[in-house]
């Protein structure tokens, strides 16, 4: 069966600090790996995509990992700001109209 | 939200009552989908479209129907409400089907008594 789980259920840190978040999955065929964010009340808004060759990508003070072998994936958060409060979503396609969403871990920053 | 709204934003009704969510995109993209959000689920695919009159089922249709006859509406249809249907509707839209980045708009929240 095809899952994407995502680790902590829920987070609380200082604002200034870093953090990280994990995606593990299941997924077979593999065609790529996203982490969105979704803010309270909004829509999810894509943060980095990633294919099969690809195992790092940067958007801004976010760091996406991916490790094809382990199938593992990771964002860095990097100096958080009260604005990171929100959850993420790890997102898994496995190819034509198949996307597999984890259930996101929520965040909250503190001041 | 990337040129995509969605009608009415909350909504609450009685079970058994009919309810269409409305979905309107300015992208001109080809493809649209409405999920549902759900505590301890990820987002689950309900409908989707490809196409003006062209949809197909997702993994939670059941008590949902669809239509798209133009490239910028899709509506999503509970013929009678259930207490099970209370969620989170989000619509979304995709220049291509094969992984390309999906786009969602604000979501509706319905509630049904």
């Known amino acids: 069966k095809n899952q994407v789980e995502q680790s902590p259920q829920s987070l609380i840190i200082l604002e200034g600090k870093n953090c990280t978040l994990q995606?593990?999955?299941?997924?077979?065929?593999?065609?790529?790996l996203r982490w969105y964010k979704q803010d309270t009340g909004r829509g999810p808004v894509s943060l980095t995509i990633?294919?099969?060759?690809?195992n790092t990508k940067s958007n801004g003070r976010y760091t996406a990992t991916l490790d094809a072998d382990t199938k593992q994936s990771s964002l860095h958060i990097t100096a958080s700001q009260l604005s990171d409060s929100a959850s993420y979503i790890c997102?898994?396609?496995?190819?034509?109209?198949?996307?597999?969403f984890g259930t996101g871990t929520r965040l909250l920053v503190s001041p | 939200d990337a040129g995509i709204t969605q009608s009415p934003r909350h909504k609450v009704t009685e079970t058994g009552t009919p309810v269409t969510l409305r979905c309107h995109q300015t992208?001109?993209?080809?493809?649209m989908y409405w999920y549902r959000q759900d505590p301890g689920h990820g987002l689950r695919l309900i409908h989707y479209?490809?196409?003006?009159?062209?949809?197909d089922k997702g993994e939670v249709s059941d008590g949902y129907s669809v239509s798209r006859s133009k490239t910028e509406d899709f509506l999503l249809t509970l013929e009678s409400a259930t207490s099970s249907q209370t969620s989170v509707y989000f619509c979304?839209?995709?220049?291509?089907?094969?992984?390309?980045?999906?786009?969602f708009g604000p979501g509706t929240r319905l509630t049904v008594l």
């Open positions: 979304a839209i995709s220049e291509t089907g094969d992984g390309n980045e999906q786009f």
């Open positions: 995606c593990n999955y299941t997924v077979s065929p593999f065609s790529n």
């Open positions: 990633m294919t099969f060759s690809e």
């Open positions: 997102v898994v396609s496995a190819g034509f109209q198949k996307l597999v």
């Open positions: 992208e001109n993209h080809r493809y």
């Open positions: 479209s490809y196409g003006v009159k062209d949809t």
